[in-house]
C-alpha cells in the first residue's frame, strides 16, 4: 500500500528528537538503524569515525498511520543541514513505474538531487526539489 511520510534531517540531534517526539506521541520506534550498520561499499565514502552512532534511519509511527522519519545528516558524508533542507515529503509508491512517473513530473523544472536507483535495503530511491523549492524522497519497496 502506499504511504507518505515526513523526512527529518538533524544536525546531530535525531536520537535527542525522536526521544521527544516519543514522549509527545508515545508508541515505539518502528525502525532505528545507525551509520554503523552501513555495509562497507569499494569506493564509496562511508561516515567518519565520530559518526558511527548516529542515526542512519529512524521511523516512529504518529497520528492516523502517519509516520515521522529522521536522520542525523553527517557532514562527513557531505550533508550540511539549513533550513530548508531539513525537511523532506517522503513518497512510497506502490510500484515502481508509479514511482518513475511522479519522479518525472515533480523534477519538471527543479533539481536531481539523487536519481531513481537501488539501493543496499532494497529500496528504488531517490531525491530532487520541486521548481517550488519542496523536497521530495521516494522509496518504492516493490520489485515490480
Known amino acids: 500500500m502506499a504511504k507518505v511520510s515526513t523526512y527529518l534531517n538533524f544536525p546531530r540531534q535525531t536520537e535527542e528528537a525522536f526521544n521527544f517526539y516519543k514522549s509527545v506521541f508515545g508508541g515505539e520506534f518502528a525502525m532505528l538503524q545507525r551509520f554503523s550498520d552501513i555495509p562497507a561499499q569499494a569506493g564509496a ?4 569515525a565520530e559518526d558511527q552512532n548516529l542515526i542512519m534511519h ?3 509511527p504518529i497520528l492516523g498511520g502517519h509516520r515521522l522519519l529522521g536522520t542525523d545528516a ?4 557531505g550533508f550540511k543541514v539549513v ?9 512510497e509508491p506502490d510500484t515502481r ?3 518513475d512517473a511522479l519522479f518525472a513530473k515533480l523534477s519538471e523544472g527543479g533539481k536531481v538531487g539523487m536519481a531513481l536507483m537501488e539501493m543496499f535495503w532494497g529500496g ?3 531525491s ?7 523536497m521530495w524522497m521516494f522509496n518504492c519497496m516493490s520489485k515490480e
Not at 45 to 48: L, M, N, R
Not at 128 to 134: A, E, S, W, Y
Open 45 to 48: 565514502q562511508g561516515p567518519a
Open 124 to 126: 528504488y530511491f531517490g
Open 83 to 91: 533550513f530548508g533542507n531539513n525537511i523532506y515529503i517522503n513518497l
Open 74 to 77: 553527517p557532514e562527513s558524508m
Open 97 to 99: 513505474a508509479e514511482t
Open 128 to 134: 530532487l526539489t520541486d521548481k517550488f523549492g519542496v
Open 58 to 60: 529512524i521511523e516512529l
